[in-house]
């Protein structure tokens, strides 16, 4: 089991190395040229509140289309699914680690060096930062890795569902949430569960994170250990 785990660990960091390095290469790219354009005198550079929004939308996009890259190829290596599933774990909470850690890293050092050379257009604050701090009612730091874990397992979850029960069905499961939301007492019902989410509520809670995280993680398992292979196989040939 542990050999297993640690092959698909292998394999993971394989697949995903170089897009997280692209990412965060453009992403610097990014932020170097809107400081080096704040330094004129009517350019401004404004980025504040979520500053890791962009690294968000990454944990949206980037587990979709990990599970059908990585689960078929590791399964006809003789991985089993359960080492498959734990493998995701940790994958999962290790990647959301790095994604926020990276973050903070930028935002620290960013507006070191903007202080360093007192460039006053460039505006690049985060929600660990005066003006935000105040307003949080929870460890900004634990928020941040938490809901980056939350978006990856539950799209790594909506990408096996996909996988496992095709296009249609996945389309539908995707639109279901923001359909209900049409119906004025479901919605009204979901914008409350959401305040328990959103750090600026006093009903916040990291509690609704790890919830969410737990269930995400059980539908997973679940869905792995039906999705078949060789199904997927003679589809698409």
Same mark, same amino acid.
């Given at each position: 089991m542990f050999n297993q785990i640690k092959h698909t660990l292998q394999y993971y960091y394989s697949y995903s190395i170089k897009p997280v390095m692209t990412f965060w290469s453009l992403f610097f790219m990014f932020l170097l040229l809107s400081l080096l354009l704040s330094n004129f005198r009517d350019v401004t550079f404004h980025l504040t509140g979520i500053t890791s929004l962009f690294s /968000?939308?990454?944990?949206?996009?980037?587990?979709?289309?990990?599970?059908?890259?990585?689960?078929?190829f590791v399964i006809k290596l003789g991985i089993s699914r359960k080492a498959f599933v734990i493998s995701t774990y940790i994958y999962s909470f290790t990647l959301s680690l790095i994604m926020t850690g990276l973050n903070y890293l930028y935002?620290?050092?960013?507006?070191?060096?903007?202080?360093? $050379?007192?460039?006053?257009?460039?505006?690049y604050i985060g929600l660990n930062m005066e003006g935000f701090v105040e307003l949080m009612h929870g460890n900004v730091y634990l928020f941040d890795l938490l809901l980056h874990l939350t978006l990856f397992l539950f799209f790594? $979850?909506?990408?096996? $569902?996909?996988?496992?029960?095709?296009?249609?069905?996945?389309? /539908?499961?995707?639109?279901?949430?923001?359909?209900?939301?049409l119906i004025r007492s479901v919605g009204i019902k979901i914008v409350e569960v959401l305040e328990y989410f959103f750090i600026f509520q006093e009903t916040y809670t990291p509690l609704s994170f790890i919830i969410t /995280?737990?269930?995400?993680?059980?539908?997973?398992?679940?869905v792995v250990n039906r999705a078949s292979v060789i199904d997927q196989i003679t589809k698409q040939n």
């Amino acid at each position: 089991m542990f050999n297993q785990i640690k092959h698909t660990l292998q394999y993971y960091y394989s697949y995903s190395i170089k897009p997280v390095m692209t990412f965060w290469s453009l992403f610097f790219m990014f932020l170097l040229l809107s400081l080096l354009l704040s330094n004129f005198r009517d350019v401004t550079f404004h980025l504040t509140g979520i500053t890791s929004l962009f690294s /968000i939308i990454f944990m949206i996009l980037f587990p979709v289309f990990t599970f059908k890259n990585v689960f078929p190829f590791v399964i006809k290596l003789g991985i089993s699914r359960k080492a498959f599933v734990i493998s995701t774990y940790i994958y999962s909470f290790t990647l959301s680690l790095i994604m926020t850690g990276l973050n903070y890293l930028y935002l620290y050092g960013f507006n070191l060096i903007a202080d360093g $050379f007192s460039i006053e257009g460039f505006n690049y604050i985060g929600l660990n930062m005066e003006g935000f701090v105040e307003l949080m009612h929870g460890n900004v730091y634990l928020f941040d890795l938490l809901l980056h874990l939350t978006l990856f397992l539950f799209f790594t $979850f909506l990408g096996s $569902f996909f996988y496992r029960f095709g296009f249609v069905y996945g389309l /539908i499961l995707t639109f279901i949430f923001p359909l209900s939301m049409l119906i004025r007492s479901v919605g009204i019902k979901i914008v409350e569960v959401l305040e328990y989410f959103f750090i600026f509520q006093e009903t916040y809670t990291p509690l609704s994170f790890i919830i969410t /995280i737990l269930i995400s993680s059980a539908l997973l398992w679940l869905v792995v250990n039906r999705a078949s292979v060789i199904d997927q196989i003679t589809k698409q040939n």
